[in-house]
């Protein structure tokens, strides 16, 4: 077998991918089939770092709306990613990987605090380790504090796992001549104002270099194939 192209990853997943067909609440046999996937990355050696989103539960800035602080309703948003990232981390444990999850909020009696060099250390170690609570900060989204993390344990790549697959020049679902990108760079996303991710993460990742996969999470093998480096979905990156 190929060597994988990535050696560090960080694996962002929306909130809403892990509801799959029902919209909300978790969907375990799509968390499973995740994790399926996320063991084989671990056992080619791959050190991988996740970031859930909490939409399947939670959005604070959406669900909050107009009748709650947004602050508080953000808090909320990322508790929801917390109840995500515990689901996860049982179904990988059930599956004999190692994981551990540290948090940017303390909540010491469920997981770890953050702490950038006891991550590395578990990543080196050959645990998974999902990050919850975001940057820890309201009005910053879960992208940001996954570009934050992929920053700050020095990942190869962001994956990207979103319900579409790749970078389109508009939405797909409302105009059907859209195009596709294989690759493009940040200054193009941020430019044509495309919804890679907010444009704080978009920026934070190029001012960091690093580049991110958008690919479909309609079949997780997807991931696998991202990290022994085929061509899925879109890459964004500096230049090419």
């Not at 009748?67 to 996860?88: F, K, P, S, W």
């Not at 981390?89 to 004999?96: F, P």
């Not at 409302?174 to 993460?201: C, G, N, S, W």
């Amino acid at each position: 077998m190929n060597e994988p192209k990535f050696k560090r990853v960080l694996l962002k997943i929306s909130g809403e991918a892990l509801a799959g067909e029902q919209h909300r609440g978790l969907d375990f046999e799509v968390i499973g089939q995740v994790c399926d996937v996320i063991k084989k990355c671990v056992e080619l050696g791959v050190q991988v770092g996740v970031v859930f989103g909490g939409g399947n539960l939670w959005r604070g800035l959406k669900d909050g709306g107009d009748r709650m602080e947004r602050t508080r309703a953000d808090h909320m948003g990322m508790l929801a990613t917390v109840i995500n990232a515990l689901a996860v981390a049982d179904c990988l444990e059930q599956r004999g990987v190692e994981v551990r999850v540290q948090t940017a909020i303390s909540m010491e009696a469920i997981a770890e605090p953050y702490i950038r060099g006891r991550a590395i250390r578990h990543l080196e170690k050959g645990r998974v380790v999902i990050f919850g609570c975001g940057t820890g900060n309201p009005y910053f989204s879960t992208d940001t504090g996954a570009v934050l993390r992929a920053a700050e344990i020095e990942a190869d790549a962001i994956l990207l796992a979103k319900n579409i697959d790749g970078v389109y020049s508009a939405d797909p679902r409302k105009d059907p001549e859209a195009v596709k990108f294989d690759q493009i760079t940040y200054d193009e996303v941020l430019a044509r104002h495309l919804m890679v991710m907010d444009t704080t993460a978009t920026s934070l990742s190029m001012d960091n270099s690093i580049p991110i996969v958008l690919f479909a999470l309609k079949d997780p093998e997807n991931i696998l194939r991202v990290v022994m480096g085929e061509q899925i979905g879109t890459i964004v990156k500096e230049a090419f």
